[in-house]
T-cell receptor
Framework: AQSVTQLGSHVSVSEGALVLLRCNYS??????LFWYVQYPNQGLQLLLK??????LVKGINGFEAEFKKSETSFHLTKPSAHMSDAAEYFC?????????????FGQGTELSVKP | NAGVTQTPKFRVLKTGQSMTLLCAQD?????MYWYRQDPGMGLRLIHY???????AKGEVPDGYNVSRLKKQNFLLGLESAAPSQTSVYFC?????????????FGEGSRLTVL
């Protein structure tokens, strides 16, 4: 069965500092991997995804993530945090044989950005 | 662009009452999903549909029923609400469930069961 683990339910950084949100997955087949962001009182929106090809993927708002098969990881980074990045971030996995397009989500990591 | 619209956005129920959450999407998506979000547990899939007239169980289907009579609508029903069903419910839709996995989410429906 697939699963996703996000290390750290809450991460706090200073404005301008590096953002690193960790995600590890387990899957018996090569997965599709996603990061979603949820701003307060809103639904989730896609930040970026890895399906095939280049293992370093770039998303919106300056975020990027690298798929590392050997480490079963898909960590999310941003070189310089902005106050507007404060939100909850969810890592998700879907396997390639998944007929229903179902995503398995991690527990979420709340990012706080201090001025 | 409306995208995915959920109604109602807030509801308070007493234990044992029934209610229906409505999800409507205007993107002609085949796939639709109902998730619940609880603190520290992320999103868990309740039921989903891969097309009009079809539904399937997700991770946590007990206590819920769904219907997809029209392609654009996906209804989530609670026949006899329980306090454990207090949660934020999100509907999502997807054009292609297999290839891209990108889900488009509604803004959520916050349900409290007393």
């Amino acid at each position: 069965a697939q699963s996703v683990t996000q290390l750290g339910s809450h991460v706090s950084v200073s404005e301008g500092a590096l953002v690193l949100l960790r995600c590890n997955y387990s899957s018996s087949v090569p997965p599709y991997l996603f990061w979603y962001v949820q701003y307060p009182n809103q639904g989730l929106q896609l930040l970026l995804k890895y399906t095939t090809g280049a293992t370093l993927v770039k998303g919106i708002n300056g975020f990027e993530a690298e798929f590392k098969k050997s480490e079963t990881s898909f960590h999310l980074t941003k070189p310089s945090a902005h106050m507007s990045d404060a939100a909850e971030y969810f890592c998700a996995v879907s396997d390639r044989g998944n007929q229903g397009g179902k995503l398995i989500f991690g527990q979420g990591t709340e990012l706080s950005v201090k001025p | 662009n409306a995208g995915v619209t959920q109604t109602p956005k807030f509801r308070v129920l007493k234990t044992g009452q029934s209610m229906t959450l409505l999800c409507a999407q205007d993107m002609n998506h085949e796939y639709m999903y109902w998730y619940r979000q609880d603190p520290g547990m992320g999103l868990r899939l309740i039921h989903y549909s891969v097309g009009e007239g079809t539904t399937a169980k997700g991770e946590v289907p007990d206590g819920y029923n769904v219907s997809r009579l029209k392609k654009q609508n996906f209804l989530l029903g609670l026949e006899s609400a329980a306090p454990s069903q207090t949660s934020v419910y999100f509907c999502a839709s997807s054009y292609s469930g297999l290839l891209t996995g990108e889900l488009f989410f509604g803004e959520g429906s916050r349900l409290t069961v007393l």
